[in-house]
């Protein structure tokens, strides 16, 4: 068992176009990513040979899932270790709390598994390095899981700007806000200690007794997730630098804190978030839970405003509130642009070796920007980005 166990670790099979393609999701929460790959299993020829979570009931639901989709019954794992030993896995989908994101990634990619990583792909700089520099070194497909900038509107806006269909684009803002903070409803959850590997969890953090909260609201708590300018802003600023063509900020500056539900958790329920790029725009990034109003995304640029809102429907565009004789014409629309979805891409990017839509210099550029937006939060300064260094600092 030990040899079987050595050998797929060290092999890492290139796919031929009738190979099936041995799957494994570790992390079978919410997330939903098991039921795209179950979309696409039959026209990528991709088989869920396995499932790992620290929750049991995740597990066998999850397992449920692949076998009521008709595909064969999976492994059930507990600890991803016990995954990337297994003999068939290919690949792994990693969907598990940011805390763990970069240890899984950096340990499936020296199994020699392609791999999607879910955002953010880091908390802190020192494991974005690590990981980023561990995917470089090998000649794994790693797909980071920003979804947005592979549905159809964001192509198409992307083509639009850089036809300089916006003109000088200046100023870009997204406010997303709801009435209660996104992991109460996680939190709701009834877990019992009995059905969890509660230290497989905690990973690197500090050892303390069961918390049910801790382990169902993870995404409410600073150690395993910094809020909502690491989650949702995430994929706001993945999106900016897909449709720009910029790779990371240059200043960013935050404030925010619990202002609406003080409990025990200690994600801020309220940020505000400010980057500035080199490409000359400006950036501004709004979380408050307590409202269900004011949510919006909008691009704005010398010719007009192209609203990204509804950002999985056609954007719109309009001259309104110019005067220029160029600005964008009255009912105006943006030219529709086809996409491949984010987790099919990566499924052909594994038969292809081509780099995905999101590969590993993406997941460096959004967590960059979220860990210079938490790292402002916390000291309450300006904090800077030096590319050549690969470091932040005050400034």
Same mark, same amino acid.
């Given at each position: 068992m030990v040899g079987a166990s050595l050998t797929a670790l060290q092999s890492g099979r290139v796919m031929g176009a009738n190979d099936r393609i041995g799957v494994a999701v570790i992390g079978c929460g919410g997330r939903g990513l098991l039921g795209e790959v179950l979309q696409f299993s039959k026209e990528s020829n991709v088989e869920v040979v396995a499932l790992c979570d620290t929750w049991k009931q995740h597990r066998e639901t999850a397992s449920d899932k692949v076998k009521k989709s008709g595909a064969a019954e999976p492994k059930l794992f507990v600890h991803y270790q016990e995954v990337l030993a297994s003999p068939g896995v290919d690949a792994v989908l990693i969907s598990t709390p940011d805390h763990q994101h970069c240890t899984q990634l950096s340990a499936a990619v020296k199994a020699k598994k392609d791999v999607y990583v879910e955002k953010p792909l880091a908390m802190d700089m020192k494991e974005l &390095? !690590? =990981? $980023?520099? #561990?995917v470089k070194r090998s000649d794994r497909i790693v797909q980071c899981g920003t979804q947005v900038r592979s549905w159809a509107p !964001?192509? =198409?806006g992307r083509a639009f700007v850089s036809s300089g269909g916006l003109g000088k684009l200046f100023k870009i803002e997204q406010s997303r806000n709801g009435l209660h903070p996104y992991w109460d409803g996680e939190a709701a959850r009834k877990v019992a200690e009995a059905d969890v590997d509660w230290k497989a969890f905690l990973m690197n953090r500090r050892y303390r007794p069961w918390n049910a909260d801790q382990y169902a609201g993870w995404m409410g708590y600073r150690e395993f997730s910094r809020g909502p300018h690491t989650q949702f802003m995430a994929h706001f600023i993945d999106l900016i630098h897909f449709v720009t063509g910029a790779s990371y900020p240059d200043r960013v500056i935050a404030m925010g804190g619990t202002f609406r539900w003080k409990d025990a958790r200690t994600a801020p329920d309220s940020i505000?978030? $400010? &980057?500035?790029?080199?490409?000359g725009f400006l950036v501004r990034y709004n979380s408050t839970?307590? #409202?269900?109003t004011n949510s919006f995304l909008k691009f704005f640029g010398t010719r007009g405003a192209m609203d990204a809102t509804r950002w999985n429907d056609p954007w719109v565009? !309009?001259?309104e509130g110019l005067t220029d004789p160029d600005r964008i014409a009255a009912g105006a629309k943006i030219p529709e642009m086809p996409s491949t979805p984010h987790m099919k891409n990566w499924f052909d990017c594994m038969r292809s070796r081509q780099q995905p839509a999101a590969p590993i210099e993406t997941g460096y550029g959004h967590s960059v920007a979220c860990i210079m937006a938490d790292e402002s939060f916390l000291r309450g300064r300006r904090m800077v980005h030096d590319p050549a260094k690969r470091s932040i600092h005050e400034g």
């Amino acid at each position: 068992m030990v040899g079987a166990s050595l050998t797929a670790l060290q092999s890492g099979r290139v796919m031929g176009a009738n190979d099936r393609i041995g799957v494994a999701v570790i992390g079978c929460g919410g997330r939903g990513l098991l039921g795209e790959v179950l979309q696409f299993s039959k026209e990528s020829n991709v088989e869920v040979v396995a499932l790992c979570d620290t929750w049991k009931q995740h597990r066998e639901t999850a397992s449920d899932k692949v076998k009521k989709s008709g595909a064969a019954e999976p492994k059930l794992f507990v600890h991803y270790q016990e995954v990337l030993a297994s003999p068939g896995v290919d690949a792994v989908l990693i969907s598990t709390p940011d805390h763990q994101h970069c240890t899984q990634l950096s340990a499936a990619v020296k199994a020699k598994k392609d791999v999607y990583v879910e955002k953010p792909l880091a908390m802190d700089m020192k494991e974005l &390095l !690590s =990981a $980023v520099d #561990t995917v470089k070194r090998s000649d794994r497909i790693v797909q980071c899981g920003t979804q947005v900038r592979s549905w159809a509107p !964001s192509a =198409a806006g992307r083509a639009f700007v850089s036809s300089g269909g916006l003109g000088k684009l200046f100023k870009i803002e997204q406010s997303r806000n709801g009435l209660h903070p996104y992991w109460d409803g996680e939190a709701a959850r009834k877990v019992a200690e009995a059905d969890v590997d509660w230290k497989a969890f905690l990973m690197n953090r500090r050892y303390r007794p069961w918390n049910a909260d801790q382990y169902a609201g993870w995404m409410g708590y600073r150690e395993f997730s910094r809020g909502p300018h690491t989650q949702f802003m995430a994929h706001f600023i993945d999106l900016i630098h897909f449709v720009t063509g910029a790779s990371y900020p240059d200043r960013v500056i935050a404030m925010g804190g619990t202002f609406r539900w003080k409990d025990a958790r200690t994600a801020p329920d309220s940020i505000e978030v $400010v &980057l500035e790029y080199k490409e000359g725009f400006l950036v501004r990034y709004n979380s408050t839970f307590g #409202t269900n109003t004011n949510s919006f995304l909008k691009f704005f640029g010398t010719r007009g405003a192209m609203d990204a809102t509804r950002w999985n429907d056609p954007w719109v565009i !309009s001259g309104e509130g110019l005067t220029d004789p160029d600005r964008i014409a009255a009912g105006a629309k943006i030219p529709e642009m086809p996409s491949t979805p984010h987790m099919k891409n990566w499924f052909d990017c594994m038969r292809s070796r081509q780099q995905p839509a999101a590969p590993i210099e993406t997941g460096y550029g959004h967590s960059v920007a979220c860990i210079m937006a938490d790292e402002s939060f916390l000291r309450g300064r300006r904090m800077v980005h030096d590319p050549a260094k690969r470091s932040i600092h005050e400034g």
